[in-house]
């Protein structure tokens, strides 16, 4: 009897070591099935939240792009994608330094609010109330078109030249500019703009609509920041415009810069 209890005894001590072995080795792989859950649940939203985060990055970028030609929007998310900085070149008259914040500062400051302060790095060249035929010949231009901006935005000195060169030299003078910056780098994104408007322009809108039509033979664009202004013929322009009519004024600068913002940031 002491020897069928004893080998009970032994048996059922092996049972509970058995069973609590098996249970022990169960809930193990339990608990590591459940947290190799957990990592692939956090990796898979990880991956998920990268995924949307680029899918709306580029989808803004689309956005902002939208009104501008194929091959600059092209450099301009290629740029950015690549954490790459792009020069923009405003090349112009003394108007783009009228007022107490001309309008080239003002548009900086719209694209860095846009596209973040990193991308664009803008810069305002003036050539005073020289005429395009000598612009073009001097020191500052060479060094402007060796500097090799990505973008240009020139506006070609037609008030300044109004009446005093003959319009076809002056698009003879565009003409060139373009050619060197082309041939310095062939990928430049070259664009053109009048200067501002003033009331009742005479001979000046004829040199206006010949850069237009230059724009157009070209295929360059062209940006006609005069769609945001008061009409020519309404006396309500001279509000925009500094007596002397060398430059806007602060409001006419404004003007100015928000067509140039919208533009480049899909307004």
């Known amino acids: 009897m002491k ?14 070591i058995v069973f609590g ?8 792989s339990t608990a590591s099935v459940s947290a190799n ?3 692939t649940e956090d990796s898979d939203a990880n991956v998920n939240e990268s995924e949307v985060e680029e899918t709306e990055s580029k989808r803004n970028l689309e956005t902002l792009t939208q009104n501008l030609p194929k091959e600059a929007a092209s450099i301009i998310i290629d740029s950015f994608n690549k954490g790459e900085q792009l020069d923009l070149a405003f090349i112009g008259s003394e108007a783009q330094t009228k007022g107490s914040t001309p309008w080239p500062e003002l ?3 719209g694209l860095k609010e846009a596209y973040g302060p990193e991308l664009f790095t803008v810069h305002n060249y003036n050539f005073g109330d020289e005429f395009s035929i000598r612009a073009i010949r001097t020191d500052d231009m060479d060094s402007i078109i060796n500097d090799q901006p990505d973008i240009v935005i020139l506006e070609p000195f037609l008030l300044n030249d109004n009446g005093e060169v003959n319009i076809n030299h002056t698009i003879d003078s565009i003409r060139i500019i373009k050619r060197r910056m082309v041939e ?17 322009p005479g001979l000046y809108a004829t040199q206006i609509n010949a850069l237009k039509e230059y724009a157009e033979e070209t295929d360059t664009t062209y940006l006609n920041h005069w769609d945001n202004w008061p009409d020519v013929t309404d006396e309500e322009i001279k509000q925009y415009i500094l007596e002397d009519i060398s430059g806007p004024n602060d409001e006419g600068n404004k003007l100015w810069a928000e067509y140039i913002v919208n533009y480049f940031t899909g307004s």
């Open 107 to 109: 548009v900086e400051e």
């Open 3 to 16: 020897k069928f209890l004893y080998i009970t005894t032994i048996l059922l001590s092996i049972s509970v």
């Open 184 to 200: 310095e780098n062939e990928e430049v994104i070259f664009m053109v703009q009048p200067p501002h408007p003033i009331h009742e």
């Open 21 to 28: 072995h098996l249970h022990w080795k169960s809930k193990i």
């Open 37 to 39: 859950d957990d990592i």
